[in-house]
Each structure stands twice: as structure tokens, then as C-alpha cells.
T-cell receptor, first 120, second 111 residues
């Protein structure tokens, strides 16, 4: 149980195009999902918190108009990288928190396998 | 501001040895602490989660301890194997569901 999937697992796009990444909780409902970015040999940095039915909360330094987040249902959040540039190339990972406090821990987050974005 | 530090940044040990990875955090107001494993180019695998009220958790050859008052956690790996080679990340969960990650320890087990 508590599986989070991401699609696609990797994507290559041309500079200036937009790319959408999906994050799905497969066997639980997630009122809150999180998007992280990881550059090579660096740790994960939280980009934004996505709440179902409301606007995302972005961390300082993350451009909300560039990284569009939509959390339209309790099992799906999407991250759209708009007008992508080579510096946006990174590993994007999402996580989801079970709305029911699955496993007796209402704070545990479950992570997706990540999406590697390469912008040429 | 919560900061998570992991020492050492990289570690190479011969197969079969026991080893300890260290993690420290600056703000003791955490809900839990979690250790993850990340293989190159892959996502995160959760290893152990320690609630703020707990002092340790064990899973197989892994044992994680938490000393919240001193802001420290250790991950002990017994009888290391080449398959244990990976990057190990320590992360703390604080108010607002925000997880703060350390930079990780890159572990290499020599066959």
C-alpha cells in the first residue's frame, strides 16, 4: 500500500516548450502533495506544497508562474514547467500525505519514483 | 531555520563491516525523522521513520536512533553488503508538513 506514481519517468524537451509531470497516489487519498527538485549530487529541495482544491504554496525563490501546480483531485497533482530552459533540467520528485493518516502516522509522506527532465 | 547536516558526505567500507551514518538538525521541534535510501537516478526508498517521541527504530540490519534534545540521529548498518551501496538521506518533518532533507551520505561497500 501507499504507492505514489509519477509520469513520465523521464522526458526530454526543447527549450521554450512546456512539460507536464503527473503525480498520483494509487491506493490512498492525498489532500496534500509536495513537489521537490533535486540537482545532481544535491539533496531534495521543496518547491511547493499542493493542496487539493486550493492554490499551491510555493517556497521562497520558486517562480509560481513558471512552475504551475494543479491539485484537482485527491489522487492527482500536476506540475507544469512552462517555457522550460536548460537550467530547469533536474530530477523532480513528488510526495503525498495520506488524508486518513495511513499506518497510524498522520504525518508520513510517501514519495514517487521521480521524473528526470532534460531541456535541450 | 531548520538545517539538516549529514556526516560524512561519502564513505567507503569493506563488505561485512558495521557502519554508522550521522545526521544532525538544528531545531529540535520536529514531528519525526526519516532515513531514506536513494540509488543513482532513482527515487527515494523509505528505510526507517522515527516519531519524535521514540528513540529508535529497527528493520533487519538497520537501526536508527534519535536524540531529539541534542538534535542527532544515527543510522547503523550491520554486516554491510555491496547492495547497500547508495546515497542515504536523513530528513526531518516539521510544522506545516515540510520535510527538510540533508545532503546525504554516499556509501560505497567494497566487495
Amino acid at each position: 500500500g501507499a504507492v505514489v506514481s509519477q509520469h513520465p519517468s523521464w522526458v526530454i524537451c526543447k527549450s521554450g516548450t512546456s512539460v507536464k509531470i503527473e503525480c498520483r497516489s494509487l491506493d490512498f487519498q492525498a489532500t496534500t502533495m509536495f513537489w521537490y527538485r533535486q540537482f545532481p549530487k544535491q539533496s531534495l529541495m521543496l518547491m511547493a506544497t499542493s493542496n487539493e482544491g486550493s492554490k499551491a504554496t510555493y517556497e521562497q525563490g520558486v517562480e509560481k508562474d513558471k512552475f504551475l501546480i494543479n491539485h484537482a483531485s485527491l489522487t492527482l497533482s500536476t506540475l507544469t514547467v512552462t517555457s522550460a530552459h536548460p537550467e530547469d533540467s533536474s530530477f523532480y520528485i513528488c510526495s503525498a500525505r495520506d488524508a486518513r493518516g495511513k499506518g497510524g502516522n498522520s504525518y508520513e509522506q510517501y514519495f514517487g519514483p521521480g521524473t528526470r527532465l532534460t531541456v535541450t | 531555520k531548520q538545517e539538516v547536516t549529514q556526516i560524512p558526505a561519502a564513505l567507503s567500507v569493506p563488505e561485512g563491516e558495521n557502519l554508522v551514518l550521522n545526521c544532525s538538525f538544528t531545531d529540535s521541534a520536529i514531528y519525526n525523522l526519516q532515513w531514506f535510501r536513494q540509488d543513482p537516478g532513482k527515487g527515494l526508498t523509505s528505510l526507517l521513520l522515527i516519531q519524535s517521541s521514540q528513540r529508535e527504530q529497527t528493520s533487519g540490519r538497520l537501526n536508527a536512533s534519535l536524540d531529539k534534545s541534542s538534535g542527532r540521529s544515527t543510522l547503523y548498518i550491520a554486516a554491510s553488503q555491496p547492495g547497500d551501496s547508495a546515497t542515504y538521506l536523513c530528513a526531518v518533518l516539521r510544522e506545516g508538513d515540510k520535510i527538510i532533507f540533508g545532503k546525504g551520505t554516499r556509501l560505497h561497500i567494497l566487495p
